[in-house]
């Protein structure tokens, strides 16, 4: 019988990756959120930016969650060739998770040094690598939806992570120009952007936007593999028992060892062997007659009609020796 403990196991590797997929989509959703509640609570007041939370109390919650982010997106998918792409997913998830532990470990504009990163760079260059690390992410994550999602996609499904993909690219480049405008001057626009959490909830936008096409990708791909371990499971026990037809249903009661040795036992030395029934028919026994051996010249048979081979020219020249 087939063995289908492997789909057993299967199936539930792909429920807990599942699990972990959805885990990293709800982080991505609730972080935002979950910055701005935990702002107005302990300072009465959401930051300007994300980043800036960085420089409150906030800070564990900021670098926990762009860590267990950005790791996640590093080694969730290993590195694999993909023949007939010019660029790799697993290369854009590696990209992606390296720049959100990029923007956790180096902070932006600060006067005072608080992080080994500020220490080893200095003031100056540390909020450098913290932009040049929100640009890949970003330009990584749109990618994604563009590059990885919309192509293995159909209908409603392939616009909603073309939509997606737009909303990253946009918000993106919304945050790098607005960003240079608050921090370039104190007119009535860089107000404006400050005082009502512009930057801020655009950046929002654009990590709600991959968190949902994530999530939306994770739900349909966990779909189709729980469809296929069925289809692979029935398939299975369809192997397993010949006496059922292919809609699962049993056609006639499979022999036991008993009934199959009075059925050889009636039928002489000719062993039979269960065969299935057919669509609409009863199972039967069908009966195998032995093939006779084969032969060849030369060869001499054996009293139990084996083929044996026959001796050497060399060995018949040779005399036979009398017993002394």
């Known amino acids: 019988m087939t063995d289908i403990r492997p789909a057993d196991h299967a199936q539930r590797d792909a429920r807990a990756f599942f699990r972990l997929r959805i885990a990293f989509g709800v982080i991505g959703l609730a972080l935002p959120i979950v910055l701005a509640v935990a702002g107005l609570v302990a300072d009465g007041e959401v930051q300007p930016t994300i980043s800036d939370f960085f420089h409150t109390t906030q800070r564990d919650i900021l670098?926990?969650?762009?860590?267990?982010?950005?790791?996640?997106?590093?080694?969730?998918?290993?590195?694999?060739?993909?023949?007939?792409?010019?660029?790799?997913?697993?290369?854009?998830a590696l990209l992606a998770g390296l720049a959100a532990i990029g923007v956790a470990f180096f902070p932006n504009e600060s006067d005072t040094v608080a992080t080994f990163s500020q220490r080893a760079l200095g003031l100056e260059v540390s909020p450098a690598f913290h932009y040049a690390s929100a640009c890949m992410l970003y330009l990584m994550m749109?990618?994604?939806?563009?590059?990885?999602?919309?192509?293995?996609a159909r209908g409603?499904?392939?616009?909603?992570?073309?939509?997606?993909?737009?909303?990253?690219?946009?918000?993106?480049?919304?945050?790098?120009?607005?960003?240079?405008?608050?921090?370039?001057?104190?007119?009535?626009?860089?107000m404006f952007i400050?005082?009502?959490?512009?930057?801020?909830?655009?950046?929002?936008?654009?990590?709600w936007a991959f968190s949902g096409s994530w999530i939306l990708k994770a739900v349909l791909e966990n779909r189709r593999e729980v469809a296929r371990l069925a289809a692979l499971r029935r398939r299975n026990l369809g192997q397993g028992h010949p006496a059922r037809a292919e809609g699962g249903a049993p056609v006639g009661p499979r022999p036991t060892t008993l009934?199959?040795?009075?059925?050889?036992?009636?039928?002489?030395?000719?062993?039979?062997?269960?065969?299935?029934?057919?669509?609409?028919?009863?199972?039967?026994?069908?009966?195998?007659?032995?093939?006779?051996?084969?032969?060849?010249?030369?060869?001499?048979?054996?009293?139990?009609?084996?083929?044996?081979?026959?001796?050497?020219?060399?060995?018949?020249?040779?005399?036979?020796r009398r017993a002394s």
């Open 63 to 92: 670098v926990g969650g762009l860590v267990a982010i950005g790791v996640f997106l590093a080694v969730h998918r290993g590195i694999r060739p993909y023949p007939g792409r010019w660029i790799s997913p697993d290369l854009l």
């Open 194 to 207: 400050q005082n009502h959490n512009i930057v801020y909830w655009d950046e929002s936008l654009g990590v």
């Open 142 to 152: 749109s990618l994604t939806c563009f590059l990885v999602y919309a192509p293995d």
């Open 259 to 320: 009934d199959k040795m009075a059925r050889w036992l009636r039928g002489g030395r000719a062993a039979r062997q269960w065969s299935p029934a057919p669509a609409g028919g009863t199972p039967s026994f069908a009966r195998q007659v032995p093939t006779p051996p084969t032969i060849r010249a030369g060869q001499r048979t054996r009293r139990d009609g084996r083929a044996q081979p026959a001796p050497s020219p060399a060995k018949r020249a040779q005399p036979r």
């Open 156 to 190: 409603w499904e392939r616009k909603v992570y073309l939509v997606a993909g737009a909303v990253i690219w946009t918000t993106g480049w919304n945050v790098m120009i607005l960003s240079t405008i608050k921090n370039s001057g104190d007119g009535a626009l860089a």
